[in-house]
């Protein structure tokens, strides 16, 4: 495991490093906890070890006050502890893997995101407070470009390009995977951006927009869905889904398009929000279907004489 962390230390963000080194602390707890040891050799694993390690995180009692592990991410440990076995098969240091028969069950979420009428009410929304006036702007922003909230932080006006059409485009990198994201600037954004083009903390720091930390975007974020009369748990991440739905695919903009502009490297990855807005064109065409319904003149049967 340190072997397979010092390898791709230089080749993935500090944050998933991190997350690596989170797995080897509860993989090393098991160890001690339930094995009695500190080490195994690799021909000792098999799909025991694998299920113990499973139950284990399943029934971990954190002592910090933090809730129980849930399962999608009792399941990103195990996937974790699957690819460095997986490396040590091509290695050589084992013949075969041998957790090759567990599959994982991971669940399903339901992605939330801002109806027009939603993402109307917060742009409408007026603060005589500063940061929240800050944090309403940064959560549109993503709304109308997708971005994430790391992204829009490490932005500065060299990002700022014009493109194919002339008109001004975003050029940046995803900090999570360095996939190369391009998206054209809507006016909403635009105005944004325009709207902090003198303010001395941009200024100073040469970034597009004032920056403020992540937790705190959250908190406050719940402030203005409280005085907007929103009742969903409104994330920053939210603003992501929202411009994928309601900005986008909603708009009839090609699924594979918001995919690019998202930053995503699979299609796959997109389509859950296609699932999203299938289900939205459902709602709305159970109205045209009232009017359509067996009272209407229109579904009558034609009796011919």
């Given at each position: 495991?340190?072997?397979?962390?010092?390898?791709?230390?230089?080749?993935?963000?500090?944050?998933?490093?991190?997350?690596?080194?989170?797995?080897?602390?509860?993989?090393?707890?098991?160890?001690?906890?339930?094995?009695?040891?500190?080490?195994?050799?690799?021909?000792?694993?098999?799909?025991?070890?694998?299920?113990?390690?499973?139950?284990?995180?399943?029934?971990?009692?954190?002592?910090?006050?933090?809730?129980?592990?849930?399962?999608?991410?009792?399941?990103?440990?195990?996937?974790?502890?699957?690819?460095?076995?997986?490396?040590?098969?091509?290695?050589?240091?084992?013949?075969?893997?041998?957790?090759?028969?567990?599959?994982?069950?991971i669940e399903k979420k339901q992605r939330e995101y801002l109806s027009e009428t939603e993402l109307e009410?917060?742009?409408?929304?007026?603060?005589?407070?500063?940061?929240?006036?800050?944090?309403?702007?940064?959560?549109?922003?993503?709304?109308?470009?997708?971005?994430?909230?790391?992204?829009?932080?490490?932005?500065?006006?060299?990002?700022?390009?014009?493109?194919?059409?002339?008109?001004?485009?975003?050029?940046?990198?995803?900090?999570?995977?360095?996939?190369?994201?391009?998206?054209?600037?809507?006016?909403?954004?635009?105005?944004?951006?325009?709207?902090?083009?003198?303010?001395?903390?941009?200024?100073?720091?040469?970034?597009?927009?004032?920056?403020?930390?992540?937790?705190?975007?959250?908190?406050?974020?719940?402030?203005?869905?409280?005085?907007?009369?929103?009742?969903?748990?409104?994330?920053?991440?939210?603003?992501?889904?929202?411009?994928?739905?309601?900005?986008?695919?909603?708009?009839?903009?090609?699924?594979?398009?918001?995919?690019?502009?998202?930053?995503?490297?699979?299609?796959?990855?997109?389509?859950?929000?296609?699932?999203?807005?299938?289900?939205?064109?459902?709602?709305?065409?159970?109205?045209?279907?009232?009017k359509f319904s067996e009272n209407s003149y229109l579904t009558q049967e034609v009796k011919v004489s």
């Amino acid at each position: 495991m340190t072997y397979h962390n010092q390898f791709v230390e230089k080749k993935i963000h500090k944050n998933t490093l991190r997350s690596y080194k989170t797995s080897q602390t509860y993989l090393f707890s098991y160890l001690k906890e339930l094995l009695k040891t500190t080490d195994l050799y690799l021909k000792e694993l098999d799909y025991q070890f694998l299920l113990g390690f499973e139950s284990y995180l399943r029934n971990y009692k954190p002592t910090n006050g933090q809730t129980s592990i849930q399962n999608n991410t009792v399941m990103k440990h195990i996937q974790r502890l699957r690819k460095m076995v997986k490396m040590a098969v091509e290695m050589g240091w084992i013949n075969k893997d041998p957790f090759i028969r567990f599959s994982p069950t991971i669940e399903k979420k339901q992605r939330e995101y801002l109806s027009e009428t939603e993402l109307e009410k917060i742009q409408n929304y007026h603060s005589n407070i500063s940061r929240l006036r800050l944090v309403k702007d940064l959560f549109l922003f993503s709304c109308y470009t997708g971005l994430s909230y790391i992204d829009i932080r490490n932005l500065s006006s060299d990002n700022i390009v014009k493109g194919i059409d002339g008109d001004n485009w975003i050029f940046t990198k995803r900090q999570k995977t360095g996939t190369s994201v391009k998206v054209p600037l809507l006016k909403p954004a635009e105005n944004i951006i325009n709207s902090y083009y003198e303010n001395l903390r941009v200024l100073h720091s040469k970034l597009l927009l004032p920056t403020i930390s992540n937790q705190k975007v959250n908190s406050y974020l719940k402030e203005i869905a409280d005085c907007c009369g929103i009742t969903k748990n409104l994330t920053f991440h939210m603003a992501r889904h929202t411009f994928a739905t309601t900005v986008t695919l909603s708009n009839g903009i090609p699924i594979e398009t918001v995919s690019k502009m998202l930053g995503h490297t699979k299609l796959s990855t997109t389509q859950i929000y296609a699932k999203i807005v299938d289900k939205k064109v459902s709602e709305d065409m159970s109205i045209l279907r009232t009017k359509f319904s067996e009272n209407s003149y229109l579904t009558q049967e034609v009796k011919v004489s």
